[in-house]
């Protein structure tokens, strides 16, 4: 259970830490492992959480808070933290926090899904933009060097150029061109059997995970206090923040200076936020645990199961060659 703004780390309210690390045993089966848990729990989710003191003001009068409230204190802080964050995901199975509107999403395996898929199209996009950005600044680099170079190296590089399209020109005409791209088709189209049905259904995920996003945010509170504004600021940076940052991005009425001493006072008196370096601020506490990436088998695993019931070129080159070879007897 766990407030978590899209993309980025989880902020839990403090009591969510203390209920999952006393809970656990309890909640684990005869098969479970329940020290592998208590290790992925402290190596791959803890390091990246931000503990957070929720105060009591954050949420007031919103009928969700009241609800879950008046049906169990104990989860209230976790819900003023997920409407004073706002379009944040609130996972969790508790009913108390569940069974309110547009508030806790019992269905945080689809919301783990979505934001693992968004993470693999981000990767496909930055592993196409690489060359392409390479080339570009391959291009511009070459373009400074010819328009700072002498006169006659300028003439040197057009008549390489020159004979660069010459040669270019004869390859095609000469039929060597059509040639090579016969060759190509086989493996161009064995590339796209195997990368071609996982990248689509990649994207069809990707498309599907919009819409889990969409049902699953959290709607802010109408009525803000100035630190719940703040919070909102700090939970969607991935570093510390000035306060005269924060105080640029906050609607707030007065000139810049009075917008950041009036900021500035309220970070160093809520106690939802904490100074981590000199002047800069994070929204919660640092939980203390030290990151572990995670093992690249177990990535492996995953984009296996993911991937499982994807069409694989194999059976497709099997399948052809059963239909193109029927064993002794058969007819078709």
């Known amino acids: 259970m766990g407030t978590a703004p899209p993309r980025r780390g989880t902020a839990p309210a ?14 684990a089966t005869s098969s479970d492992n329940v020290d592998l848990a208590y290790r992925r729990l402290r190596t791959l989710y803890l390091p990246r959480a931000r503990i957070v003191d929720v105060p009591e003001d954050w949420g007031a009068g919103d ?52 934001t693992a898929n968004e993470t693999e199209v981000e990767m496909i996009g930055l592993g196409i933009s690489i060359p392409i950005s390479t080339a570009g600044e391959a291009i511009g680099s070459a ?6 170079s002498s006169p006659a190296a300028r003439w040197v590089m057009l008549a390489g150029l020159l004979i660069l399209v010459a040669g270019t020109a004869w390859w095609v005409r000469s039929g060597n061109a059509g040639k090579f791209i016969e060759r190509a088709r086989p493996v161009i189209r064995d590339l796209g059997e195997t990368f071609g049905p996982p990248l689509a259904e990649t994207f069809t995920r990707y498309e599907a995970g919009k819409s889990v996003f969409a049902e699953a945010a959290v709607p802010p509170a109408d009525m803000t206090t100035l630190a719940e504004r703040i919070a909102r600021v700090l939970v969607f940076r991935e570093s510390p923040v000035l306060a005269e940052d924060i105080a640029r991005e906050l609607e707030t009425p007065g000139n810049l ?10 970070l160093h008196s809520c106690r939802a936020f904490t100074e981590v370096r000199r002047g800069r ?19 492996n695993e995953y984009h296996e199961r993911l991937h499982k019931d994807t069409r694989r070129p194999s059976r497709v080159r099997g399948e052809r060659t059963a239909a193109a070879d029927p064993s002794p007897g058969e007819c078709i």
């Open 14 to 27: 403090r009591h969510v830490l203390e209920e999952v690390e006393r809970d656990l045993p309890r909640r």
């Open 63 to 114: 009928p969700r808070v009241e609800a879950v409230a008046h049906r169990h204190a104990v989860d209230a802080p976790t819900a003023r933290l997920a409407v004073a964050l706002g379009y944040s995901f609130l996972l969790s199975e508790d009913p108390d926090l569940c069974d309110q509107p547009q508030l806790g999403f019992k269905a945080w395996l689809q919301v783990a899904h979505a």
């Open 143 to 148: 373009s400074r060097r010819i328009a700072a």
């Open 257 to 266: 200076r009075e917008r950041t001493k009036l900021v500035r006072t309220e």
């Open 281 to 299: 601020w994070i929204l919660g506490h640092p939980s203390g645990y030290r990151i572990y990436p995670l093992p690249p088998i177990e990535i």
